[in-house]
């Protein structure tokens, strides 16, 4: 962290720049609180890769048995095996599929669960100062021109025209 009356090196831990005197306290405040929130986008990242690694694996595991199936499949069309086996292959087969299904639907379902970045409520301190709501819940008031009397005066006083 730099002072931002001088500009010297200090660290988080101090309450005043050792070169000028500036207060450090609240600065030391605000980048602690920024680095948490840096923290909880690493977080989300992470638990975004757990997600994703998840999926894979399902993925991977689905399309392994539904290969496994359609070498029984091949194996039965060729030699001839039974009808119980191609129906086993079948089977296996839709269990291939739904394992593949499951990995993605679970990993879009995980994946729109994340928790949302943090709003900040109203009246909390942060870097620029204290946030608060507009008045009229959001709803702008409308504000008279600045040149509007102006204008008014020009219209009323027309000067006279010499021709």
């Known amino acids: 962290m730099h002072c931002p009356s001088c500009g010297n090196e200090s660290s988080l831990d101090q309450k005043f720049c050792r070169k000028c005197g500036f207060g450090l306290e609240a600065i030391s405040k605000l980048v602690g609180q920024n680095r948490s929130e840096d923290r909880l986008e ?80 109203e009246g909390e301190l942060t870097g620029v100062g204290i946030i608060n709501e507009l008045p009229g819940a959001g709803i702008p008031v409308p504000v008279p021109s600045v040149t509007e009397r102006t204008t008014q005066l020009i219209a009323t006083a027309k000067p006279e025209m010499k021709e």
């Open 42 to 121: 690493i977080d989300k990242a992470e638990r975004e890769r757990l997600i994703v690694r998840h999926m894979f694996r399902w993925l991977a595991l689905g399309l392994l048995v539904i290969g496994l199936a359609v070498l029984m499949l091949v194996t039965n069309k060729n030699f001839d095996i039974g009808k119980f086996f191609g129906w086993a292959a079948s089977l296996v087969l839709l269990i291939g599929t739904g394992m593949a299904t499951y990995g993605v639907i679970s990993a879009i379902g995980k994946g729109t669960s994340l928790p949302k970045k943090r709003v900040r409520e």
